[in-house]
């Protein structure tokens, strides 16, 4: 995580996929950027898009957070499983509470972008243009933009979950069906089971 805030902390301003925020927001405003960063990384091709605390969001500086999602409730709620509700489809996102080199208390948001239909949060389409967060709705270019790039890309070449580990990929799927199905032997280690799909079928 220290590697990828170092990268987008050097980005030289803010961009349609990436947000810099000090401390918490309100987490219907949070929705919002969800669903905004979402599908704006869709539009320009991104498999992910980020938002960040504990950092200026004009000088880029890493100045740590108070904010700390994983203690976080709204509503009597768990503050990501009460996102995840207002959001459709269920797209996935993570939350990462690190400390920077310098010891700061970071967050990163990681919000895969959809690929076949536009974000929504609370029933509404947000989208970035620039730095700003707007409906989807009143921008139709836009609109228009984000459909003919989920109508040209097919849903089975969308990455589901990017920056995942051998651990984390292994626990998502359900491999020893898999194996299963083709009739093979499950592999004998988890280094074998990720690289079977690069050998050949016999």
Partial sequence: MRSLLKELVSLPKETEWAEFKRNAIKPEELGEYISALANSAALLGKP???MVWGVDDETHSVIGTDFKPSLAKHKQQELESWLLQGLEPKIDFTFHE???FENDAVVILEINANCHTPVRFSGTEFIRIGSYKKPLG???EKERALWRVFDRKP???CIA???CSIDEVLQLIDYPS???LLSQPLPENKDAIMDYPARPFV
Avoid: I, Q, V
Wanted: cysteine-free; glycine content about 0%.
């Fill in 98 to 100: 690190f400390s920077s």
């Fill in 161 to 163: 979950r990017d920056r």
């Fill in 48 to 50: 992910t898009a980020y």
């Fill in 138 to 140: 009143k921008h139709p």
């Fill in 178 to 180: 898999f194996f299963s």
């Fill in 155 to 157: 849903w089975e070449y």
